[in-house]
């Protein structure tokens, strides 16, 4: 029972601050501090150590779909793991929670979309399609084909391959990267890169997805093997397109005959008000990694969704895909997915997020933008974004050194909510199950955290 929360909260920071290393952390920065210590969680609150409720308005890490405390999730991964805990998938094996979850997420997935490879992590769906995007085109006969292009402040994982992806400079500074063979293009963040443009979102839109032609012809076609992005950006600082700028993605990509990945790893299972980010946005991609509300964060794991234009070639030709994880279609995270998809479906949570969520948070989070410190609020479906300034109408940033989103960030949670901060902008992800009095409690407790900063 060593694990149980049997210690104090000062027994607990100082064993963490001692041995464990904590991920995207500066660890002198956290010891000074503290760890929070997050003891135990039930629909969209969370209580700590000293028994404060939270309301975590980040599900998670954009994961925990259907809520805290779900029996049915539980009691499915209990029963599997009596009755198999482990089996592989390699070595013409299979077992029941894999191929039924596989069955099930295929049913759900576009109509296009029959088959999926299951992983660990997001991360490592995008090291699947890195790796499985070049397959392909060597199948179609096009070994030219090697190049990825994805976008500045993307985010698709920490591995070696989805870090290249990803456009986060701090990243790739750390570590030589992106690896060869991956460019980045701009991305459509109005408030952020366009608004001193003189063009609209619109037209800001537009000109984001050209540089894609442009690239693409720069490089040539004969050498792109795909485009990879987030249907709307998440850890980049819910970046949410314009209009204007998924379909000309889409046209681009058909246009010039290079596969489009959607990274859906925070979009899928209804974060944007649909099943698929894709659905959001009107376009049909070839790839889509998922994560996350996959299995609701209750069990780790990730796979890709693949399209019958990709599917059919590989099988038909490469042979052996020689790619896989110990842990692939793992039993315990398969059923821990098949009863997490079983629960959406049933209580139709994509289609009440929609229809009563989306539009509550809609009105209770784009109210703050009156606040003098919100240069904008945008959201969709369930995800959404502040930007901190410190003068309207300039829209005149904080200056660096203030750290006026950690400050935030860290004022929130002390009024009771969890946001979190990409450099100055504040963002939510909550519950789907959230309820519309619980959208107005972290509206007003956000509202509270504005005021206290200022
Ligand atoms: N892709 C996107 C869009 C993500 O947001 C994330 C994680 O936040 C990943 C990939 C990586 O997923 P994981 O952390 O499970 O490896």
């Keep these: 029972t060593l694990h149980r929360n049997i210690r104090t909260t000062a027994e607990y920071q100082a064993i963490d601050a001692a041995h464990h290393w904590h991920p995207f952390t500066d660890t002198k920065d956290l010891n000074a501090k503290g760890a929070r210590v997050i003891v135990k969680a039930e629909g969209v609150w969370l209580t700590d150590s000293e028994g404060a409720r939270i309301l975590d308005g980040m599900a998670g890490l954009w994961c925990v779909n259907v809520g805290y405390g779900r029996e049915e999730i539980v009691e499915a991964v209990a029963r599997q793991m009596r009755e198999l805990p482990y089996y592989n998938t390699f070595f013409q094996c299979t077992h029941p929670a894999a191929a039924e979850f596989a069955e099930a997420l295929c049913a759900q997935a576009p109509a296009h979309m029959n088959r999926v490879f299951f992983t660990n992590s997001g991360s490592e769906a995008n090291d699947t399609v890195f790796r499985l995007a070049r397959v392909y085109w060597d199948c179609m006969g096009k070994p030219s084909k090697k190049i990825f292009i994805a976008r500045r402040n993307g985010y698709h994982g ?16 750390q570590s030589g990267l992106p690896i060869e063979g991956v460019r980045h293009i701009g991305q459509p963040y109005w408030f952020g890169e366009g608004r001193d443009s003189g063009m609209t979102p619109e037209e800001f839109g537009l000109a984001r997805a050209r540089e894609l032609e442009a690239m693409i012809d720069e490089l040539g076609a004969d050498n ?84 019958d234009r990709v599917a059919g ?27 997490n998809l079983r629960i959406m479906q049933e209580e139709r949570l994509v289609e009440r997020a929609a229809r009563i969520a989306a539009p509550r948070l809609a009105q209770v989070w784009r109210a703050l933008a009156d606040h003098p410190l919100v240069g904008e609020a945008r959201c969709r479906g369930l995800v959404g974004a502040l930007e901190l300034v410190r003068s309207k109408p300039d829209m005149a940033r904080f200056p660096e050194h203030v750290g006026a989103g950690a400050l935030c960030r860290d004022l929130s949670v002390r009024n009771g909510l969890v946001m979190r901060a ?9 519950p789907l199950v959230i309820s519309e009095d619980e959208i107005d409690e ?13």
Aim: net charge negative; hydrophobic share 45%; with cysteine.
């Design 158 to 173: 920490s591995t070696v391959a989805a870090a290249s992806l990803g456009g986060m400079a701090p990243m790739h500074a």
């Design 224 to 307: 792109v093997c795909a485009f990879v992005a987030e249907p709307i950006q998440g850890a980049g600082g819910v970046v949410i397109p314009p209009d204007s700028y998924w379909p000309e993605i889409q046209r681009i990509c058909r246009e010039r005959d290079i596969l489009l990945v959607a990274d859906e790893v925070i979009c899928g299972f209804g974060r944007t008000g649909a099943w698929w980010g894709s659905e959001t946005f009107g376009i049909e991609p070839d790839l889509m990694p998922i994560a996350k509300g996959m299995t609701s964060g209750y069990q780790p794991m990730g796979g890709v969704l693949i399209s």
């Design 313 to 339: 070639p590989v099988i038909d030709k490469a042979g052996e895909f020689f790619h896989g994880f110990t842990y692939s279609g793992h039993p315990a995270a398969a059923a821990a997915g098949l009863a």
């Design 422 to 430: 990409v450099g100055d902008t504040m963002i939510i992800a909550p």
């Design 442 to 454: 972290l509206g007003a407790r956000a509202r509270r955290t504005l005021d206290d900063l200022a």
